[in-house]
């Protein structure tokens, strides 16, 4: 069985490709996952890690996952008939449990999609090592990075409709990107 191992990634030296290459030789087995999930999100169902344990079952041949959000720049993992407005935690509690109600371990195949959006990367140690790691660059390219080699490589990418992850996302000021740089 897979194991799925969950981080909140921060580096003090904003190399987070380096934090990432890190975690994912701590992984014991190709098979294992690493949840990479950003500071400023929040899963919005208590049994979240049954719904990707689920995932990964129904989808053995996808190497790397992402979820649908209410906030971030990526279009495609926004949540259709989301407020990205609100900021009221109930408020997308009944969201995410509506969407994991609705789809469950459904995913769509978004690899050939348009650069992705590293809010939530799930990735499989066996990928990792097939697209040759993170680029070690700063904070900033390191998910678009990640997504070009995987569609390069012929590896798939997923987007899981079931796990729905609120995400503050610089809110109001969703330009500002100054504490990356």
């Known amino acids: 069985m897979n194991q799925i191992y969950y981080s909140i990634p921060y580096d003090v030296n ?6 990432y290459n890190d975690f994912m030789k701590l992984l014991p087995d190709d098979d294992d996952y690493a949840c990479f999930v ?10 979240y890690g049954h719904i ?3 995932v990964i079952n129904k989808y053995p041949y996808v ?29 997308h509690r009944e969201f995410g449990k509506y969407m994991q109600d609705t789809y469950g371990s459904d995913c769509d195949d978004v690899t050939n999609n348009s650069l992705m959006s590293g809010f939530l990367i799930l990735l ?3 990928t ?23 569609q390069k490589c012929g590896e798939k990418m997923y987007i899981m409709k079931g796990i729905y992850l609120y995400h503050w996302y610089r809110y109001p000021n969703y330009g500002n990107i100054s504490h990356l740089k």
């Open 128 to 150: 990792w090592k097939k697209i040759g790691g993170f680029l070690e660059n700063g904070m900033l390219g390191v998910d678009n990075d990640m997504h070009n080699k995987i």
């Open 124 to 126: 499989k140690k066996d």
């Open 38 to 47: 950003d500071g400023d999100t929040i899963f919005t169902t208590s049994n």
């Open 52 to 54: 990707i344990n689920d």
């Open 14 to 19: 904003k190399n987070m490709g380096k934090y």
């Open 63 to 91: 190497g790397c996952f992402t979820s649908v959000t209410n906030r971030v720049n990526c279009k495609w993992q926004i949540a259709e008939h989301i407020d990205v407005d609100d900021n009221d935690m109930q408020y």
